[in-house]
Structures are given as structure tokens and as C-alpha cells.
């Protein structure tokens, strides 16, 4: 008998919004298409991440099959895993979740209908998905080399190619002000401490939103969305309680509904402030007293 999907979730509710509470990431699919059920369109993601979270679904169980020899056609084996999954079928969800690795999930649930697109807030790619101006540059630095490259530096706004699976990482350049060059560890701090602040959400929704009007979509939060937040992306309890959450605050209140990962032993291998450890459990806590205030 399949696993019924309320048994990956923790279900709360908050002032009639919908929270899902899931332990790895990747069982956030569950939740997903829960809420996809209950709409007659896939909705958008907006995820609060460490991590970027775009690897493509099913690339490790597809290479773990293939280097033991149990499939021939890597890929081939891993698209057909994909084409399987059917969000109105709670057998292939299960499935589907105890064959996804880290960071595979939002693939999964943007090629399988659960989701359209989906934006990633996140700390571990300043580059993030690439502009076209961006990739001609780089490409001018390369094939000019050692001379200097005859496409001019990018400057925003600039444009981007719908992605083929619809997935974004939103660029970012450091925490707002920062005027270090180069970058370093002390940049690193503050950012991530200023990860939900007004200043610095205002500026990942204004780049999300030069990628979303690259096809149709006026702004990030233009179009009904789930707001999920992965608890390693806080990395001191300064970030957790920001001065500013007002636009924090708005995602909450405008989200159709929300997720959050705890992912435990990932909160305590991204915590820079050593002498003052918060769990995930904690953490969760003030998140979920954030989401009480903002509605």
C-alpha cells in the first residue's frame, strides 16, 4: 500500500495558513503537491536556501544504478524516473521522494507539473543562473585570452533565457554596501546575517524579478506562489531576528502557503557563530513566531 503523503509533513496551521514542516528538504515534494491539489494551476516557488537546490532530479539513484550496473543509460534511466512521477498519484510521489537525493527536489516538482517556476534565495552561488550578457562575456574573456575581451563588462538590468526546467538562482553580489574587494570572510557573515532583512530580500526580489520579466512575469511575487525556507540558510540567531522583516513579512502573508525544512545536521554544519548555537528546533520556533506576527 502506498505511503500516504501526510506521512512525510508535519501540518500546521497558522491563521488558516497552511505550514508544512518536513525534516529533509526533499520531502518538501509532498507538501508541494498537496497544495498543486488543491489549485487548478501549478503555483511558483520562492525558496529561502543555503544551498541553490537545482540539481537535477534523480541524478545520484540514477548514478548509483548505473555505476553498480544495474541500468545502462545513465540519463536515459534518470529522464524515464522523472516522466514517472504523477502528482495525483500518491504511490508515484512516495516513490519518487525515497529516490531523490540532496538538492534534487525542485527539479523534480518543476518537470513534473507540481510546480512552474521556481526562484532560489540563496547563499552559496553569487553567479547564480546566469544572464545572456553574462555568458557572452565570458565566453569574449575566454576566446580573447590573453588580450582583454571585446564584449563590455554586464551591467544590470540584464536579461536571461527561460531556464528549460524553469528553476532560477538569484545572483547576488555581497551584503548591501558591502565595498570590500576582495569579498572575505567577514562579508560572509554579514550577509548571511542579513539573509531576511527588508534591504537585502528587496534586492533578491528586484533580480528575481529582471529574470521572471524575461518571460511574461511583471515581478517574483506576481504570481501565486509557495514561500519555503530551508532553516540553513540562518546561520546566527542575529539572522533569524532581523530589524527589518517587513518584506519578509509580505512573503508570509501573501504566500499560498508555506514550507520549512528543518535539515538538522545541515543547520549545524552552515552555523558561523560558535558561541551562541541554535538548533533547528529553536530556529523552527522563532520562524514559526515570525509567521504568526506577519499574519
Same mark, same amino acid.
Given at each position: 500500500?502506498?505511503?500516504?503523503?501526510?506521512?512525510?509533513?508535519k501540518?500546521?496551521?497558522?491563521?488558516?495558513?497552511?505550514?508544512?514542516?518536513?525534516?529533509? &528538504?526533499? *520531502?518538501?515534494?509532498?507538501?508541494?503537491?498537496?497544495?498543486?491539489?488543491s489549485l487548478?494551476?501549478?503555483?511558483?516557488?520562492?525558496?529561502?536556501d543555503?544551498?541553490t537546490?537545482? &540539481?537535477e532530479?534523480?541524478?545520484g539513484?540514477?548514478?548509483?544504478?548505473?555505476?553498480?550496473g544495474?541500468?545502462?543509460?545513465?540519463?536515459?534511466?534518470?529522464v524515464?524516473?522523472?516522466?514517472?512521477?504523477?502528482?495525483?498519484?500518491?504511490?508515484?510521489?512516495?516513490?519518487a521522494i525515497?529516490?531523490?537525493?540532496h538538492?534534487?527536489?525542485i527539479?523534480?516538482?518543476?518537470?513534473?507539473?507540481?510546480?512552474d517556476n521556481?526562484f532560489c534565495?540563496?547563499?552559496s552561488?553569487?553567479?547564480?543562473?546566469?544572464?545572456v550578457?553574462?555568458?557572452?562575456?565570458?565566453?569574449?574573456?575566454?576566446e580573447?585570452w590573453?588580450?582583454?575581451?571585446?564584449?563590455? *563588462?554586464?551591467?544590470?538590468?540584464?536579461t536571461?533565457?527561460?531556464?528549460?526546467?524553469?528553476?532560477?538562482?538569484?545572483?547576488?553580489?555581497?551584503?548591501i554596501?558591502?565595498?570590500?574587494?576582495?569579498?572575505?570572510?567577514?562579508?560572509?557573515?554579514?550577509?548571511?546575517d542579513?539573509?531576511?532583512?527588508?534591504?537585502?530580500?528587496d534586492?533578491?526580489?528586484?533580480?528575481?524579478?529582471?529574470?521572471?520579466r524575461?518571460?511574461?512575469l511583471?515581478?517574483?511575487?506576481?504570481?501565486p506562489?509557495?514561500?519555503?525556507?530551508?532553516?540553513?540558510?540562518?546561520?546566527?540567531?542575529?539572522?533569524?531576528?532581523?530589524?527589518?522583516?517587513?518584506t519578509f513579512y509580505?512573503?508570509i *502573508?501573501n504566500?499560498?502557503a508555506?514550507?520549512?525544512?528543518?535539515?538538522?545536521?545541515?543547520?549545524?554544519?552552515e552555523w558561523?557563530?560558535d558561541?551562541?548555537?541554535? *538548533?533547528?528546533?529553536?530556529?523552527?520556533q522563532?520562524?514559526?513566531? &515570525?509567521?504568526?506576527k506577519a499574519?
Open positions: 500500500m502506498a505511503m500516504p503523503l501526510n506521512t512525510f509533513v501540518h500546521l496551521s497558522a491563521k488558516g495558513k497552511d505550514i508544512y514542516v518536513v525534516d529533509d &528538504h526533499h *520531502k518538501a515534494l509532498a507538501a508541494w503537491v498537496l497544495v498543486r491539489r487548478d494551476f501549478a503555483p511558483n516557488l520562492i525558496t529561502i543555503h544551498h537546490d537545482t &540539481h532530479a534523480f541524478l539513484y540514477a548514478h548509483c544504478e548505473a555505476y553498480e544495474r541500468v545502462e543509460g545513465q540519463e536515459e534511466f534518470r524515464g524516473l522523472v516522466a514517472r512521477i504523477d502528482w495525483r498519484n500518491d504511490a508515484s510521489i512516495a516513490e525515497g529516490n531523490l537525493r538538492d534534487e527536489h527539479d523534480a516538482a518543476t518537470c513534473s507539473g507540481v510546480l521556481a534565495i540563496q547563499l552561488d553569487s553567479e547564480g543562473t546566469l544572464a550578457e553574462q555568458l557572452a562575456f565570458e565566453a569574449s574573456m575566454r580573447n590573453p588580450n582583454p575581451p571585446i564584449v563590455p *563588462k554586464p551591467r544590470r538590468p540584464m536571461y533565457d527561460p531556464a528549460p526546467n524553469r528553476v532560477y538562482a538569484l545572483p547576488f553580489d555581497c551584503f554596501g558591502c565595498q570590500a574587494r576582495p569579498h572575505n570572510d567577514d562579508c560572509l557573515v554579514q550577509q548571511s542579513e539573509i531576511i532583512e527588508a534591504r537585502y530580500l534586492d533578491q526580489i528586484a533580480r528575481g524579478s529582471e529574470i521572471s524575461c518571460f511574461g511583471p515581478g517574483l511575487e506576481a504570481a506562489y509557495i514561500l519555503d525556507i530551508d532553516l540553513d540558510a540562518f546561520h546566527s540567531r542575529r539572522a533569524i531576528n532581523p530589524e527589518d522583516p517587513s509580505r512573503l *502573508k504566500a499560498l508555506i514550507t520549512i525544512a528543518t535539515e538538522t545536521e545541515c543547520v549545524e554544519a558561523l557563530d558561541e551562541d548555537q541554535m *538548533k533547528s528546533d529553536e530556529l523552527l522563532e520562524l514559526l513566531g &515570525h509567521i504568526n499574519l
